[in-house]
T-cell receptor, first 111, second 114 residues
Framework: NAGVTQTPKFQVLKTGQSMTLQCAQD?????MSWYRQDPGMGLRLIHY???????DQGEVPNGYNVSRSTTEDFPLRLLSAAPSQTSVYFC??????????FGDGTRLSIL | AQSVTQPDIHITVSEGASLELRCNYS??????LFWYVQSPGQGLQLLLK??????LVQGIKGFEAEFKRSQSSFNLRKPSVHWSDAAEYFC????????????FGAGTRLFVKA
């Protein structure tokens, strides 16, 4: 069972570079979301989606972009990386709304 | 705006002792409430959830939580802690239409001593 797959697991970027964090789920879940986790701050919601073609902003959307062209995939794009975006990123999916299944995370460092 | 407060950054309990982790939320309507656990070997996992009805909800791994509307609280409890319960615990509230916008607290790290 693959569940929620995130790639890459680790990434180092330079300030100003762009990149896409990939997230795929094979459970046919309608709901998907992206979180970032920073020490002492828990998980903060970046963007979420309630189905293909439908996305909405979370708590900290600035500097990030998402799209949901298929049920399976929910990529997160960093438009112009900044050191403040150094974090661990988690993708989650669910068939109920709240996150149920999480990926293993992507550890991102911006230099 | 909705928010979640977990007053304790970390808690230490002895193995076999009871546990209560505190959670307070702020939300204008009836909330959807959740507890998650994050441990190195198992990643992030949903422990239990409250949508409506009985205010005492049972979860996995012997955990339970009680919703108290008058106190805006949703505390997590376990009668007897095992060493394997050492982890970080997050309370969360589902807000917005359908509760899809899930907001997490900052977390409480649980240490278990022998």
């Amino acid at each position: 069972n693959a569940g929620v797959t995130q790639t890459p697991k680790f990434q180092v970027l330079k300030t100003g570079q762009s990149m896409t964090l990939q997230c795929a789920q094979d459970m046919n879940h309608e709901y998907m979301s992206w979180y970032r986790q920073d020490p002492g701050m828990g998980l903060r919601l970046i963007h979420y989606s309630v189905g293909a073609g439908i996305t909405d902003q979370g708590e900290v959307p600035n500097g990030y972009n998402v799209s949901r062209s298929t049920t399976e995939d929910f990529p997160l794009r960093l438009l112009s990386a900044a050191p403040s975006q150094t974090s661990v990123y988690f993708c989650a999916s669910s068939d109920e709304g709240q996150p149920q299944h999480f990926g293993d995370g992507t550890r991102l460092s911006i230099l | 705006a909705q928010s979640v407060t977990q007053p304790d950054i970390h808690i230490t309990v002895s193995e076999g002792a009871s546990l209560e982790l505190r959670c307070n939320y702020s939300y204008g309507a009836t909330p959807y409430l959740f507890w998650y656990v994050q441990s190195p070997g198992q990643g992030l996992q949903l422990l239990l959830k409250y949508f409506s009805g009985d205010t005492l909800v049972q979860g996995i791994k012997g955990f339970e939580a009680e919703f108290k509307r008058s106190q805006s609280s949703f505390n997590l409890r376990k009668p007897s802690v095992h060493w394997s319960d050492a982890a970080e615990y997050f309370c969360a509230v589902g807000a917005g239409t359908g509760g899809f916008k899930t907001i997490f607290g900052a977390g409480t790290r649980l240490f278990v001593k022998a």
